[in-house]
Structure formats: structure tokens, C-alpha cells
């Protein structure tokens, strides 16, 4: 099936009236665009980023509009003949498509570090002597292709092994919490904030091979939930963290409670320009930064 999409330019003021409207005339569905929701979304969920991209912010400036898609045929030219009598209308074909699935075209199996192969897991493919991590994102943040996970996997190849209990901040994926184990370490512990976050991970580890009895996975505020921080103990070889500063930061006095005593803090998700804050932060709370990564604009600090 293929589709009208249909552009209706509004002021801020009379959007819900827009909407109204067209819910009167038919439509079942909209999208609406508008900076200043932009705007506030990106400030109430700061948590998740350092930057957003230039061109993705220029995108929104001064936008306000309603979008409506209409089935081609002729109920939906009526309709759409009923939306032009009422308002001025932008309006482009739509192709059909598979809009779920169309990412994975994207998604390559990627070397990291010396050891690991992700593999997106509807991919069959040789190994090639490497460590295989299967893995199917969705929507969660971790396929291994972005500089934070790159460095974070590569540092961890030198602590994982038998006998190492790690923990994984900020999960996402799982990459990094699944990557300790594929490599040999014997459990991990992980946590987001994102209530998604343990079925992906577990279906995840699945993919691996792994289950509860060597992964375990909490959703909650690790900062802000001192309940939640004691459920997740102590006594880690290995902390992984691949947030962003703004969370790093007020995390860093947290993390020597989660580390046994010869353990090592992986950090990862410094954004240029933030790494000397990040870096103050750490070795505030106690921690000797033993290596300093850089790739792309990202840092990422091995700590003991």
C-alpha cells in the first residue's frame, strides 16, 4: 500500500485545534513537529546525551506543522479533498516499506578490539577466529558501531576472563555486560533506567547462549535510588559505564562501592570538552585514571 503524506503548516498556538479538526474529519493518526516540544524533550531527557547534531536542531528551528498519511484509493482522496477544503496543504508520495526491518540493512558484523566480532543476529557469517556477540539492538542504545561502545569493548578485552564478576551502568544493549561474559568472565550484573532494558538484554544474552544464572538485569535510577544501588552489591572486578558526563559525574562517588579492591572502572561516553570535568570528577571520588582513550570526538577512562 502506498500512501499521501500530507503537510499542514500551523502556528504553535493552534495545533491542538488542527488536530481536533482532522480527528473530526477522519484521520485515525498524525504526527505533529514543533520546536519548542523539541526543545523540551531534549531538556527533560539530558540524561541521554551530551550534544544532539547540528543539523537535527536545524531541522526543528521555526518548525510547526502537522503530518496526516492517507491510503491511496479513492477513500483517501476523498479525505484528502475534504483536508484541502479546510486548510493550505503541503503534499508527497509515500512508497511503502518494511519501515521495522529497513534498518538492519545498516547493521554489519563489526571487528572491535583484538578478540570480539559483533554479529547482528539475523546474520549468518564466519567468524573468522574471533569471539562472536550476537546481538539484536532494537531500540536500546549498543551495536558496537559507535566510538564509546568501540573503546569500551577493546578496554574490557584486557580484564574479562575466568572468574571476573562484572557490572554493567547503563546497560542499554547489553553489549558490554554480554561482551564480559562471551570473553570468559563468569557473571555480570547490569542496570538502566530504561524500563526496557532487561527483557532486551536478556533476550540478548540469549542470543549468546547466556542466561540468569550468569546475568542479571535491574531497571531504575542508580543515582537517585540508594535502595537500587545496595540490590546491585559489591566486590566487582570490572564497572562498565557508557552514559554520557552529565551522568558519569554525579555517579563517580558511587562507583569505588561497586569495585573489589584491585578492580577497574571503565567510563566511556565523554563528549569533547568534557573529559578534564569527567576527569576531575574521578579522581575526586577516589579513582586513579590508569588510561586515557580518544576516538572521534569521545573519550573513554580506564580507572583503578
Same mark, same amino acid.
Not at 504553535?12 to 488536530?19: E, P, Q
Not at 531538556?43 to 491511496?72: I, P
Not at 574471533?130 to 559507535?146: A, I, K, Y
Not at 569493548?153 to 576472563?161: H, T
Given at each position: $500500500?502506498?500512501? =499521501?503524506?500530507?503537510?499542514?503548516?500551523?502556528?504553535?498556538?493552534?495545533?491542538?485545534?488542527?488536530?481536533?479538526?482532522? =480527528?473530526?474529519?477522519?484521520?485515525?493518526?498524525?504526527? &505533529?513537529?514543533?520546536?519548542?516540544?523539541?526543545?523540551?524533550?531534549?531538556?527533560?531527557?539530558?540524561?541521554?546525551?551530551?550534544?544532539? *547534531?547540528?543539523?537535527? #536542531? #536545524?531541522?526543528?528551528?521555526?518548525?510547526?506543522?502537522?503530518?496526516?498519511?492517507?491510503?491511496?484509493?479513492?477513500? +483517501? #482522496?476523498?479525505?484528502?479533498?475534504? &483536508?484541502?477544503?479546510?486548510?493550505?496543504?503541503?503534499?508527497?508520495?509515500?512508497?511503502d516499506a518494511d519501515w521495522e526491518n529497513n534498518w538492519k540493512q545498516y547493521y554489519?558484523?563489526?571487528?572491535?578490539?583484538?578478540?570480539?566480532?559483533?554479529?547482528?543476529?539475523?546474520?549468518?557469517?564466519? #567468524?573468522?577466529? /574471533?569471539?562472536?556477540? /550476537?546481538?539484536?539492538?532494537?531500540?536500546?542504545?549498543?551495536?558496537?558501531? @559507535?566510538?564509546?561502545?568501540? $573503546?569500551?569493548?577493546?578496554?574490557?578485552?584486557?580484564?574479562?576472563?575466568?572468574?571476573?564478576?562484572?557490572?554493567?551502568?547503563?546497560? +542499554?544493549s547489553g553489549i558490554l555486560g554480554i561482551g564480559a561474559i562471551v570473553l570468559g568472565?563468569?557473571?555480570?550484573?547490569?542496570?538502566?533506567?530504561?524500563?526496557?532494558?532487561?527483557?532486551?538484554?536478556?533476550?540478548?544474552?540469549?542470543?549468546?547462549?547466556?542466561?540468569?544464572?550468569? $546475568?542479571?538485569?535491574?531497571?531504575?535510577?542508580?543515582?537517585? *535510588?540508594?535502595?537500587?544501588?545496595?540490590?546491585?552489591?559489591?566486590?566487582?572486578?570490572?564497572?562498565?559505564?557508557?552514559?554520557?558526563?552529565?551522568?558519569?559525574?554525579?555517579?563517580?562517588?558511587?562507583?569505588?562501592?561497586?569495585?573489589?579492591?584491585?578492580?577497574?572502572?571503565?567510563?566511556?561516553? &565523554?563528549?569533547?570538552?568534557?573529559?578534564a570535568e569527567v576527569a576531575a570528577a574521578l579522581k575526586a571520588a577516589g579513582l586513579?585514571?590508569?588510561?586515557?582513550? @580518544?576516538?572521534?570526538?569521545?573519550?573513554?577512562?580506564?580507572?583503578?
Amino acid at each position: $500500500m502506498n500512501y =499521501t503524506e500530507v503537510t499542514i503548516q500551523c502556528d504553535n498556538d493552534n495545533i491542538d485545534s488542527v488536530c481536533d479538526r482532522l =480527528t473530526a474529519m477522519g484521520v485515525s493518526g498524525f504526527v &505533529i513537529e514543533n520546536e519548542s516540544d523539541f526543545k523540551q524533550f531534549l531538556e527533560n531527557n539530558r540524561q541521554y546525551w551530551d550534544y544532539v *547534531d547540528d543539523s537535527l #536542531e #536545524e531541522s526543528y528551528k521555526g518548525v510547526s506543522r502537522v503530518k496526516c498519511y492517507l491510503e491511496d484509493g479513492a477513500d +483517501g #482522496e476523498k479525505l484528502l479533498s475534504e &483536508i484541502k477544503s479546510r486548510f493550505e496543504v503541503t503534499t508527497a508520495p509515500v512508497c511503502d516499506a518494511d519501515w521495522e526491518n529497513n534498518w538492519k540493512q545498516y547493521y554489519q558484523p563489526l571487528e572491535i578490539g583484538e578478540k570480539l566480532l559483533v554479529v547482528p543476529e539475523w546474520i549468518e557469517c564466519s #567468524e573468522e577466529g /574471533r569471539v562472536p556477540l /550476537r546481538l539484536d539492538p532494537g531500540l536500546l542504545f549498543g551495536t558496537g558501531s @559507535h566510538a564509546t561502545t568501540r $573503546m569500551c569493548l577493546a578496554a574490557l578485552e584486557k580484564y574479562a576472563g575466568a572468574g571476573v564478576k562484572a557490572l554493567d551502568l547503563g546497560c +542499554g544493549s547489553g553489549i558490554l555486560g554480554i561482551g564480559a561474559i562471551v570473553l570468559g568472565s563468569a557473571f555480570c550484573t547490569a542496570c538502566d533506567i530504561d524500563p526496557k532494558a532487561p527483557d532486551t538484554v536478556m533476550e540478548n544474552a540469549a542470543l549468546n547462549g547466556i542466561g540468569s544464572d550468569r $546475568m542479571k538485569v535491574l531497571a531504575g535510577d542508580i543515582i537517585g *535510588d540508594a535502595a537500587l544501588r545496595k540490590s546491585l552489591g559489591a566486590g566487582y572486578d570490572v564497572v562498565l559505564a557508557n552514559i554520557v558526563s552529565d551522568v558519569i559525574i554525579p555517579l563517580a562517588p558511587f562507583v569505588r562501592g561497586f569495585m573489589a579492591p584491585d578492580g577497574v572502572f571503565i567510563a566511556s561516553g &565523554i563528549i569533547d570538552g568534557r573529559e578534564a570535568e569527567v576527569a576531575a570528577a574521578l579522581k575526586a571520588a577516589g579513582l586513579e585514571i590508569t588510561a586515557h582513550h @580518544h576516538e572521534e570526538e569521545w573519550h573513554c577512562f580506564e580507572c583503578r
